[in-house]
């Protein structure tokens, strides 16, 4: 009987605590699934921003082009939120002629959603 009562106070313990950081749980989640592209027709060109991206500190990754944005077989930089003005701040400290436009990415269970921010 005593380990019952152990049991079920151990249990109503790990419930207020998931109550408690509930918030915080699906706020990182949300975040883990939102990201923003620069969209190039030119591979060249979206290497060129990786680089100069990477040099100033920025957190960035190279990803095929999203059908969604280009069906040709182009590349994407992909940074976090977070990292949107620092690398919008590398972005046109350049000059690039394939450009197809900066998106901010959302990944939940109905699918990807995109939103064209530049």
């Known amino acids: ?4 009562a152990v049991f079920f106070r151990i249990i109503q ?14 706020i990182l989640r949300t975040e883990r699934f939102m990201y923003c592209i620069f969209s190039f ?9 990786y680089d100069s991206a990477k040099r100033s500190g ?3 990754s190279i990803i095929s082009t999203p ?8 590349l994407s930089v992909k940074t976090d939120i977070e990292g949107y003005q620092s690398l919008y701040n590398v972005f046109v400290s350049m000059r690039f002629s394939s450009f197809l436009g900066a998106f901010k ?6 699918g990807l959603h995109s939103e064209r921010i530049l």
């Open 67 to 74: 059908k969604f944005v280009y069906s040709g077989c182009g």
């Open 13 to 26: 313990y790990i419930i207020f605590y998931i109550n408690c950081n509930i918030d915080k749980i699906i």
């Open 58 to 60: 920025v957190l960035v």
């Open 105 to 110: 990415v959302r990944n939940d269970r109905s």
């Open 1 to 4: 009987m005593y380990q019952v």
């Open 41 to 49: 027709k030119s591979r060249q060109e979206a290497m060129r921003l």
